[in-house]
């Protein structure tokens, strides 16, 4: 997951206050004695968050701007006296810059500071429990809600939103994702309740597509999913199979890939 983290001017000064500060980073040969410079923003000219890439390297967050959407700071150069002690955001601004972590930095025990961000992802999935809604077979004989548990793998991808939280050592990523995805199941349906008699081989397995869409509440790349879908099955006396395009609820899973 790339996750591409936001800060609002509202953050940046909550950043301010609490110890953290967006700096660049000097040019290496070009004045070596003089310390980073904080960023500032124009807060008055600003529109819309400032979107970035972040990197923790060595107790420190490298951040790499990728979207500035301010028409008149734009246009500016950077501002970098040192009679000012102020750099302005613009597109000559050097994408180089750093948040600083350390306790050693910032004499002070550790904290976390806690970026918002949004990612689209990629998931493997299994869904441990399904549940199905009572149906009734070609003789009118009810079937009551049936709970099914069983591997079932699957595969989707979707939208994420949360925050980071991170310190020195480490970053803990909490997230919410709406995804799309399609499950795959292998069912005998020797053991399965059918719609209508058949002949049915004992060893005879089909193999079923579930499209789904689902909920996942993540804690780094590990999630738990709420899915719902419906279930198609293939091959011979599919259509005899009494769940064939039913409706079901199911929970699992989900392991984030790094794509």
């Known amino acids: 997951m790339k996750a591409h983290y936001r800060l609002s001017p509202a953050k940046l000064a909550w950043m301010e206050k609490e110890g953290f500060h967006l700096t660049t980073i000097p040019k290496p040969g070009c004045c070596d004695d003089a310390p980073p410079l904080p960023i500032h923003h124009a807060f008055g000219d600003r529109r819309g968050p400032f979107k970035m890439l972040v990197t923790l390297k060595d107790?420190?967050?490298l951040v790499d701007p990728w979207s500035i959407k301010d028409d008149i700071n734009m246009a500016k150069d950077t501002i970098r006296g040192r009679e000012f002690h102020t750099t302005y955001l613009s597109k000559r601004t050097e994408a180089v810059l750093q948040i600083k972590l350390k306790r050693a930095d910032l004499e002070q025990v550790t904290q976390v500071v806690k970026l918002p961000y949004r990612a689209w992802v990629v998931t493997v999935n299994t869904l441990g429990i399904k549940v199905r809604p009572s149906v009734s077979d070609s003789l009118k004989k009810n079937y009551a809600?049936?709970?099914?548990?069983g591997f079932n793998l699957g595969i989707s991808a979707g939208h994420s939103f949360g925050h980071t939280?991170?310190?020195?050592?480490?970053?803990?990523?909490?997230?919410?994702?709406?995804?799309?995805?399609?499950?795959?199941?292998?069912?005998?349906?020797?053991?399965?309740?059918?719609?209508?008699?058949i002949t049915v081989n004992a060893s005879q397995n089909n193999f079923t597509l579930s499209p789904n869409l689902s909920y996942t509440l993540a804690r780094n790349d590990i999630g738990f999913m709420l899915s719902a879908g419906f279930d198609v099955m293939t091959g011979a006396h599919a259509d005899s199979?009494?769940?064939?395009?039913?409706?079901?609820?199911?929970?699992g899973v989900s392991v984030g890939l790094k794509v």
């Open 241 to 251: 199979w009494l769940y064939q395009r039913k409706f079901f609820w199911g929970f």
């Open 59 to 61: 107790g420190v967050l």
């Open 145 to 149: 809600t049936n709970t099914y548990s």
């Open 165 to 197: 939280a991170f310190t020195h050592r480490t970053q803990i990523s909490t997230s919410h994702t709406f995804s799309g995805g399609l499950g795959f199941s292998s069912i005998n349906l020797s053991r399965e309740p059918l719609y209508t008699d």
